[in-house]
T-cell receptor
Framework: GNSVTQMEGPVTLSEEAFLTINCTYT??????LFWYVQYPGEGLQLLLK?????DKGSNKGFEATYRKETTSFHLEKGSVQVSDSAVYFCALLYGSSNTGKLIFGQGTTLQVKP | DAGVIQSPRHEVTEMGQEVTLRCKPISGHNSLFWYRQTMMRGLELLIYFNNNVPIDDSGMPEDRFSAKMPNASFSTLKIQPSEPRDSAVYFC??????????FGPGTRLTVL
């Protein structure tokens, strides 16, 4: 079936360190892929997305490239800030664009220390 | 736009009581989703609607849970009777075409 697997957290980094959060997926066809971020006490917010192979999504210094050959969509940021501390969810869209639903990974907690 | 609105933000109730969670999606969005988030099980999709019609309710845990969407601007998730294991944060999300979902702030439910 369709699924998303993320690296386990928490990930603890110092400010200005390089971030990678791994995400791999299993899906039939060609799903769209997403990264969502959840700050403490809030709902999820879309961070970036990619809708086809080799697409790169980017936003707020974060990037992720849709790699079909490795079924991966790893999240990266060159220099993290304390304000990036949050839970990050990788997700894929299963089904059509009109009736599809998101399949989420388990989430990875990022803690950035000053 | 005010975004997705959920009420109440916090709910504390006793086991056996009926609980009703409410959601107002973003105007113009035609898909609505209800999720439950717990530490143990992560984020689970309970049910989603497209054009007010339930499309997939396979995530609804049991008959104690029910959801309705009487019109395009309102949805409810009801738990009757509630149990302590229902304690969680419940999110509502809406989408213009089920591609990008916009989440509400959530309702934190505690069942004693």
């Amino acid at each position: 079936g369709n699924s998303v697997t993320q690296m386990e957290g928490p990930v603890t980094l110092s400010e200005e360190a390089f971030l990678t959060i791994n995400c791999t997926y299993t899906a039939t066809g060609y799903p769209s892929l997403f990264w969502y971020v959840q700050y403490p006490g809030e709902g999820l917010q879309l961070l970036l997305k990619a809708t086809k192979a080799d697409d790169k999504g980017s936003n707020k210094g974060f990037e992720a490239t849709y790699r079909k050959e490795t079924t991966s969509f790893h999240l990266e940021k060159g220099s993290v800030q304390v304000s990036d501390s949050a839970v990050y969810f990788c997700a894929l869209l299963y089904g059509s664009s009109n009736t599809g639903k998101l399949i989420f990974g388990q989430g990875t907690t990022l803690q950035v220390k000053p | 736009d005010a975004g997705v609105i959920q009420s109440p933000r916090h709910e504390v109730t006793e086991m056996g009581q009926e609980v009703t969670l409410r959601c107002k999606p973003i105007s113009g969005h035609n898909s609505l989703f209800w999720y439950r988030q717990t530490m143990m099980r992560g984020l689970e999709l309970l049910i989603y609607f497209n054009n007010n019609v339930p499309i997939d309710d396979s995530g609804m845990p049991e008959d104690r849970f029910s959801a309705k969407m009487p019109n395009a601007s309102f949805s409810t998730l009801k738990i009757q009777p509630s149990e302590p294991r229902d304690s969680a944060v419940y999110f509502c999300a809406s989408s213009p075409r089920a591609v990008e979902q916009f989440f509400g702030p959530g309702t934190r439910l505690t069942v004693l």
